[in-house]
C-alpha cells in the first residue's frame, strides 16, 4: 500500500506545475510528508499548507506544526479565515473558521471546552478578530490525507473530498481507501514522527479542544461568570 501510494504522489507531481501538500499537524498528513521525503528529489519543493488561527488555538498543536516546519526544509503556507461563526453542540459551543480558497469555501470546525476558571479566553473576542492578508493561492494539485472513514458535518460521510475541486486546483486523496489501522501500520512501519502529545495522550484534556469561556452566549440566565472580567455580568 506505502508503495502504490507513493507511486500516485509522484506521478501527480510530475504533471502538476504547483503542487502542495494540506498540512494539519495530525497522523495522514505526517504519513503523507514522510512519503514526500521518501519519494525524494522530485517532491523536494512541495510546500505545506496549513489552516491555523494564530488565536484561539490548541497550542500544543501549533507548536508540533512549528516543530515539525522547523525539521524540514519546505516552505510553509499559512491561511487565515475570512469570516468566522459558532454553531450550537449538545455539548455547547463549536467555532467554525470559514476560509476561501480561490472561490472554495472551507469550514473548519473547532471544538471548544469550557471547564470554568478565571482568565480564559473570550469567545466574543475571538469573532471580533481582524482579517489577515493570505497568501496567493495559485497551486493546481494539493495532497491530502481525508480518508473514506473521516467524517466532516460539511462534506458528509464518507468524505466526498475526491469531487471536489479548490480553485483550480485538483485534490489528491492517496489514502482515501486507507482504515486508521492501516495508516498506523504505516507511521510504525516507516517510524514516521507524529504528535506523541497528541495521539498518546494519557491525561484528562482533549487536545483537539479549545479551552474557551462561551457562558455569555449560551446562558440561559440572567447573569453568568465572566471569566475574562473575572466578575459576573
Known amino acids: 500500500m506505502i508503495s502504490?501510494?507513493?507511486?500516485?504522489?509522484?506521478?501527480?507531481?510530475k504533471e502538476a506545475n504547483q503542487p502542495a501538500l494540506l498540512y494539519s499537524g495530525g497522523k495522514e498528513s505526517s504519513l503523507l510528508l514522510a512519503m514526500l521525503e521518501r519519494i525524494g528529489d522530485e517532491a523536494r519543493g512541495v510546500p505545506l499548507l496549513c489552516f491555523y488561527d494564530e488565536w484561539p488555538v490548541a497550542p500544543a498543536r501549533l507548536s508540533y506544526v512549528e516543530k515539525t516546519f522547523s525539521a524540514h526544509s519546505?516552505?510553509?503556507?499559512?491561511?487565515?479565515?475570512?469570516?468566522?461563526?459558532?454553531v450550537p453542540t449538545a455539548e455547547g459551543i463549536d467555532l467554525v473558521n470559514a476560509y476561501d480558497l480561490a472561490g472554495?469555501?472551507?469550514p473548519v470546525l473547532v471544538s471548544t471546552a469550557d471547564r470554568g476558571g478565571k482568565g480564559l479566553p473570550c469567545v466574543l473576542d475571538w469573532l471580533r478578530l481582524p482579517k489577515k492578508d493570505c497568501p496567493?493561492?495559485?497551486?493546481?494539485?494539493?495532497?491530502?490525507?481525508?480518508?473514506?472513514?473521516?467524517?466532516?458535518p460539511w462534506f458528509g460521510?464518507?468524505?466526498?473530498?475526491?469531487?471536489?475541486?479548490?480553485?483550480k486546483a485538483?485534490?489528491?486523496?492517496?489514502?482515501?481507501?486507507?482504515?486508521?489501522?492501516e495508516v498506523w501500520?504505516?507511521?510504525?512501519?516507516?517510524?514516521?514522527p507524529y504528535d506523541v502529545d497528541r495521539y498518546d495522550f494519557?491525561?484528562?484534556?482533549?487536545?483537539?479542544?479549545?479551552?474557551?469561556?462561551?457562558?455569555?452566549?449560551?446562558?440561559?440566565?440572567?447573569?453568568?461568570?465572566?471569566?475574562?472580567?473575572?466578575?459576573?455580568?
Open 4 to 13: 502504490e501510494a507513493e507511486a500516485t504522489i509522484r506521478a501527480a507531481i
Open 74 to 86: 519546505r516552505v510553509l503556507l499559512n491561511y487565515w479565515p475570512l469570516y468566522r461563526f459558532m
Open 104 to 106: 472554495t469555501p472551507l
Open 136 to 152: 496567493d493561492f495559485c497551486f493546481d494539485l494539493l495532497i491530502c490525507g481525508g480518508r473514506k472513514e473521516d467524517t466532516h
Open 157 to 167: 460521510s464518507p468524505y466526498k473530498l475526491n469531487e471536489m475541486k479548490v480553485g
Open 170 to 181: 485538483k485534490l489528491l486523496l492517496p489514502l482515501l481507501d486507507w482504515s486508521e489501522v
Open 185 to 192: 501500520e504505516a507511521i510504525r512501519g516507516l517510524d514516521v
Open 202 to 233: 494519557k491525561g484528562t484534556e482533549h487536545l483537539d479542544e479549545v479551552e474557551m469561556c462561551t457562558r455569555c452566549v449560551r446562558a440561559r440566565v440572567d447573569e453568568v461568570y465572566c471569566s475574562k472580567l473575572d466578575r459576573m455580568i
